[in-house]
């Protein structure tokens, strides 16, 4: 069994170790004694809250001095107002139910035949032959371009929704974690031979944690195109969902529930993108021992 | 080469070739390995040291060849670098393939005898060079091989460590008593270490020298100089002649 040709051998992950800090040649003072000359230099404590912060305030002092319509972007407290409305009559919590039954449905789905796929096509030729093609063909078409297809086949119902999501997952996560199978270290696969592992612990001990790192890789960008996914499908023929929601808010020009509905999502997209990374450190301990 | 009368032999090989394209790589080699001895090979790069190892280890799959290799069962590897899997913890790897509570006492066995009890939950990244081909040989002996196959082990490792890894290797030798077939460059490594020498030379071995030093073998021995000047002529380097001593 060879998984990556002679002469090929290139390591089974780029281990992104984090640049150590650089050394501290301390003086009698105990100061660094020298500045890095080059590169952006050392961070700012809360940098990455700035940026948003600052567009916070001028969003404020716009609305608060009126130079800011209410009509194209209601003031902050109008959207918290919102906020609070829609919780107290439940049409928040209920679309965002919805919205989160749909998500999760047609990501785990993905994820499972993505992954299933993608360790079929890794380990034998004629999976290769039979699986890759179609994949490469379908990651060509855009999922959201199926949509019409889809609609005369499964109707407008839930099934259209999650399998479109589903079809959008499923091409990142075949992608990196085929591609992180396929580079496996061609050594691994020898040391396996010298030490008689069994198939079924080559696959448990070498494949699938060497395939790990792609597999989460592509687990963040399926959980990105999940969610894309979900406002296209909710705003087309849904009658429910936080899409549907916003598209409700448009036809009747209520933008504080549009930016209620949009805010929604920045959440569920950070909070989404900071769980996997989650258990990406989790997972992945044995290479960020000498970081941490 | 000359067969070992009276004694068991671990390995035979019989008129081993291996070809790459039009290059042949070994020319109808024959060498038997009594039970327990220990052999290393020297060779000048390119010699075709490592693909009679590798064939040995039966990891030369895509290569040409005839010839018959009889090896024992039970038969490990430690190659130049330790190869350890990165994302499982050093017993992990020591018991790779193996199975069960029994895997594992012999395992933390092994780990104790080449000086790494404790270390048993510690990743590979946290290990230094050595300790990781530390942990390599304990992977290659907690399977009990009959046959010991090392391609370059200390190749790769400094001056200092390569020194100890010589003791620990001879230690764990004389305990487990393996058949040893250790391919080097290093001269001196393979006078202190083996009980015979053998040098590959364009496909074809041209020296087979049994080592009778007593051990612990000392490099300033005249006897010890007079085999390292007779090998190293054997490997086509020019040696000046020796200070009279």
């Known amino acids: 069994m060879t998984y990556v040709s002679a002469g090929e051998r290139r390591p089974v992950l780029a281990v992104e170790r984090e640049t150590a800090p ?12 020298t500045r890095r000359r080059l590169g952006p230099g050392p961070a700012i404590p809360f940098g990455l809250q700035i940026g948003p912060a600052l567009l916070v305030v001028i969003w404020t002092l716009g609305s ?74 379908k990651r060509a078409v855009p999922t959201l371009a199926l949509i019409p297809l889809l609609i005369l086949w499964l109707g407008i119902g839930e099934t259209m929704k999650v399998t479109i999501i589903t079809l959008a997952v499923i091409v990142p996560i075949y992608i990196h974690t085929h591609n992180a199978l396929r580079s496996i270290d061609n050594r691994y696969v020898e040391l396996a031979e010298t030490v008689r592992m069994s198939s079924r612990d080559f696959l448990r001990e070498v494949v699938l944690p060497g395939a790990l790192p792609g597999f989460l ?50 959440i569920l997209g950070l909070a989404s993108d900071g769980l996997v990374r989650l258990i990406e450190r989790k997972l992945l301990s044995w290479r960020r021992t000498l970081a941490s | 080469m000359a067969p070992n009368p009276g004694k068991l032999n671990a390995v035979e090989v019989r008129g081993l070739t291996r070809r790459f394209g039009s290059t ?41 060849g005839t010839g018959t290799i009889a090896t024992p069962e039970k038969l490990s590897v430690v190659f130049q670098d330790a190869r350890l899997l990165p994302w499982r913890n050093v017993i992990q790897n020591v018991t790779l393939g193996l199975s069960g509570a029994a895997g594992q006492e012999a395992g933390r066995r092994a780990l104790a005898e ?3 009890a404790g270390r048993e939950d510690a990743w590979p990244i946290q290990l230094s060079g050595g300790e990781q081909q530390r942990v390599a040989l304990a992977r290659s002996l907690v399977r009990d091989p009959a046959l010991l196959l090392a391609d370059e082990p200390f190749g790769a490792l400094d001056a200092l460590t390569r020194l100890k890894m010589h003791d620990l290797l001879r230690e764990l030798c004389a305990r487990h008593k393996p058949a040893v077939l ?41 006897r010890f100089a007079q085999v390292r000047t007779h090998l190293l002529n054997r490997l086509g380097v020019e040696v000046p002649g020796r200070r009279a001593a």
């Open chain 1, 22 to 33: 650089a050394g501290r040649f301390s003086t009698g003072a105990g100061r660094p004694r």
């Open chain 1, 64 to 137: 608060a001095f009126g130079l800011i319509d209410p009509r194209i972007l209601p003031a902050p407290w109008t959207v918290i107002a919102t906020f609070g409305t829609l919780i107290a009559d439940g049409r928040l919590q209920s679309n965002f139910l919805t919205s989160s039954v749909r998500a999760i449905l047609g990501l785990s789905t993905g994820i499972v035949i993505g992954t299933a796929l993608a360790v079929i096509a890794g380990l034998s030729r004629v999976g290769e032959a039979l699986i890759d093609g179609p994949i490469q063909i």
């Open chain 1, 217 to 266: 890789l592509g687990l963040r960008f399926a959980v990105t195109l999940c969610w894309v996914s979900l406002v296209v499908v909710e705003q087309i023929n849904a009658t429910s969902g936080l899409g549907y929601m916003i598209e409700l808010a448009r036809t009747y020009g209520q933008t504080e529930i549009i930016l209620v509905g949009l805010v929604v999502y920045a």
């Open chain 2, 24 to 64: 042949t790589i070994l020319d109808g080699v024959d060498l038997d390995i009594a039970q327990g001895e220990f052999v290393a090979l020297l060779g000048k790069s390119g010699s075709g040291k490592s693909t009679f190892l590798r064939a040995l280890a039966e990891l030369d799959h895509d290569v040409q």
């Open chain 2, 114 to 116: 080449v000086g790494l």
């Open chain 2, 182 to 222: 250790l391919v080097t460059h290093d001269v001196d490594e393979a006078i202190s270490l083996a009980d015979r020498i053998l040098v590959l030379d364009r496909g074809r071995f041209i020296e087979d020298l049994k080592i009778e030093l007593p051990a612990p073998r000392d490099h300033a021995d005249p």
